[in-house]
């Protein structure tokens, strides 16, 4: 027998459940791309409804009144690198993109992470998930995203929140397995509720490892914005993408700067919010 013959092809059998998914269940296809369309769009016309100056100080006062001054100052000086830098527009797409990403990410792994903390069964159902999951390369998740979703900005919000999921519930159910139990047992026995205990005691005794997953689902949801761009997600992703296949290496270095200096915003901004309002000093 010739070795040649001797090969798997995926292709042969995911086609037809792909063509089946199309046929079947195209309604939901096009609710969930509407919703997803209208939620980015939505965040996108906040954000470059007013001028850029007046967007930037709202930022700069937000960020005061929430985080800290310095983050403030901080916050002011990469908004205003993205908008001297020409790619104002561009920065605004990727930040509504990355941000409805990274709640929808962190409104799925949040919960599940608590659970699966709670329950071995769930933690050992999920452990190997999540592993297949960090283990697949991030443009592997485009390619069901496109088949099912065609080109466009939702098959890329949703790889984007695929790959985002999977730091944020490992790191929620390390933080809430690693909670000491004699504070819990003290909340239990002065007679507060799970709720409250919840949420005066767990939450803010996890919160330093939760603050680390979430910045890590910031920084994976940035790391797609590239890829993103290949699909037609627009955004700083497209700019990065133009510039390479321009061989415009000025547009691809400023728009790259772009990137570094969202995801400092995204990262400051995050860190600095939890960090002012939390009762422990997180790392």
């Known amino acids: 027998m010739n070795l040649a013959d001797l090969h798997f092809s995926p ?20 609710v969930i791309s509407q919703v997803i ?19 930037i100080a709202i930022v700069v006062v ?4 929430f985080a800290h001054r310095r983050v403030a100052i901080f916050a002011g000086l990469m908004l205003a690198f993205c908008l001297f830098s020409g790619l104002w527009l561009a920065s605004m797409q990727t930040i509504a993109l990355v941000s409805v990403a990274v709640l929808i990410s962190v409104a ?9 903390a709670r329950v071995k069964r769930v933690d050992t159902f999920v452990t190997p998930i999540l592993n297949i999951m960090q283990i697949v ?16 900005r939702v098959p890329a919000i949703i790889a984007t929140i695929v790959y985002g999921i999977p730091p944020m519930l490992r790191l929620t159910t390390l933080a809430f397995k690693q909670l000491p139990k004699d504070l819990l047992e003290l ?10 205990i919840l949420f005066k005691i767990e939450l ?9 997953g979430l910045n890590q689902c910031i920084l994976l949801s ?6 993103a761009g290949l699909v037609g997600a627009g955004g700083l992703g497209a700019e990065v993408t133009r510039g390479l296949t321009r061989m415009e290496m000025g547009l691809g270095l400023r728009a790259g700067l772009a990137i570094v200096a969202v995801a400092l915003l995204l990262d400051r901004l995050s860190r600095g919010a939890l960090q002012r309002h939390s009762p422990r000093q997180l790392a």
């Open 187 to 196: 909340g239990q026995a002065s007679g507060a509720s799970p709720r409250d």
């Open 62 to 65: 937000l960020a005061f009144f």
């Open 204 to 212: 803010p005794t996890a919160a330093p490892t939760l603050l680390v």
């Open 11 to 30: 292709g042969e059998y995911l086609a037809p459940a792909v063509d089946w998914l199309n046929r079947h269940l195209h309604g939901l296809f096009v």
């Open 108 to 116: 799925v792994a949040f919960p599940l992470g608590v659970l699966a």
């Open 222 to 227: 940035l790391a797609m914005v590239v890829l």
């Open 137 to 152: 390369p991030p443009w592997v998740y485009l390619i069901p995203a496109v088949m099912l979703f065609s080109l466009g």
């Open 37 to 55: 369309e209208t939620v980015l769009g939505a965040v996108q016309s906040l954000l470059l409804a007013p001028h850029p100056l007046l967007l």
